[in-house]
């Protein structure tokens, strides 16, 4: 609700301005003032955002309570209205930005027309600062998530208030599988506000690139599995609005801003078991889950998955799914020691076939598996030979010459769309693989590398030609110029047109 103050040295004048306020239906805050000394003690106590005030009053006229309302309150608004039709007046009200200078008796139409007027002024300077505010807040936090240390971003930014970020409680990492924000969603406001709707929980949203979004929750009043149900419903809101699948990621509790860095790291890491559960949207995976999804796993799927990890040689994801099928049978999981050798037997077969050249070892494990009494017998033997595999490929597979592919497919096609199932298909790896190898080598994930790839091309062809920003926008892989205006806002803490001034 807005503020407004009414100064006049006539009752009758004031209550006539009250009426007209609530004919008009103006739900304003009112405070009333009888000369311009009282009306300028009571704005030094609280401000208003707007000021209705006669021109001549008793002790300080209405000029001189304006020229001071704008020195302790430098956005208010101010309307004059008098009985005097002065050109000089009118000339000292320009000369402090009034809003209007209404003659009395006061017409009503054009009373309902100033004030509308006025509050539509108040709330495109609302909108903008809150806009300037979120692009701040943006940018602060996408340093903080690339490893910027926090006292570091301090002392950078000594005239920013960083109180915010000490409200952070807990963060939920969404990753889409294209690129959503810009594209499916106009911008990350839209998905925000239809979270609002749905749910009170007090929250800051980022985009980090068109593929990752942040939800940076406030008040640590909330349980683990409030966090989750949060996730779960969010995840069914994309689904529904957008026909759009997402994964979350619920981070540890955030106990300081120096740990947002951190905590987003250990988010991203829950996010590499998505490739192993299906179905699932929500991570970490917690055990209960776990398990159900463990047993709703036929074996021949685990063995299918196994045996494309060998040839596509995921280290990473072979180890992970032959963990869980050992699992499986560790706990007797088929009801039949007989069929658990069966199925042992097949993952030994599978395995060497990473390993060529050692036919006759393999036949000799198979016998000697079908020969052991004991579960733990089998499950040692099948460790050494996968640890044999596991060697071969570290020796074999350096991850140099496709990252170099990778990063050079990136740099031809960034005014495409890209995503990780598109680039793996190139290099003829899983899309889990080649994130994990593209993290450890890079130390950035792919969508934050496309993200820099296109932003550095943006800001060549900004200072380097005299392209409209809607045709650099679209020659950077961005169909959505707002967003492409965000994005590079976030990066580099200026529009594009700022930037190509500087």
Known sequence: MYRLMIADDEDDERMGIKFLMKKCGFGFDITEAADGREALEKLKESAVDILFTDVKMPFMNGLELSAKARELIPEIQIIFFSGYDDFDYVKQALSLQAVDYILKPVNPEEFEKTIRLVVERMEQKNALLQQNQQAQKSYILSRLLNKMPYDKLKGKYLDKDLAFLEKYTRMILMEFEDEFFGNRAEDIYELQDKIREQHKLPFDMIDLNPSQGILLLKGGEYTEKEYRQLAQCIHLLVEKEYQEQCYFSVSPPLLKPQDIGVVYAQAEGYLEDRFFYKGIYVYPVD??????????????????EIERDVKCKDGYSLRKNVEQL???????????????????????????????????????????LYTYSSFQ??????????????????????????????????????????SLDILADKVYLTPHYLSSIFSQEKGIGINRYIKNVRMEKARELLLGTNMKISDICRMVGYSNLSYFCKAFRNEYGITPEKYREH
């Not at 055990?287 to 299918?304: D, G, H, I, M, P």
């Not at 496709?402 to 497919?409: G, K, L, T």
Request: charged residues 30%; contains cysteine; proline residues 2%.
């Open 326 to 368: 050992i699992e499986k049978c560790r706990n007797n999981s088929f009801q039949s020691y007989i069929y658990t050798r069966f199925i042992c037997a097949n993952l030994l077969k599978i395995l060497f076939l990473g390993l060529p050249g050692e036919d006759e070892q393999l036949i000799a494990n198979v016998e000697q």
């Open 287 to 304: 055990e209960n889950k776990r398990e159900v999804e463990a047993n709703s796993e036929k074996e021949e799927q685990f063995l299918r």
């Open 377 to 418: 017998d089998i499950e040692f033997l099948l460790e050494q030979v996968l640890k044999k595999l596991e060697e071969k490929m570290t020796v074999e597979e350096s991850p140099n010459h496709v990252i170099s592919i990778v990063e050079q497919y990136i740099r031809r096609h960034y005014m495409e769309g890209l």
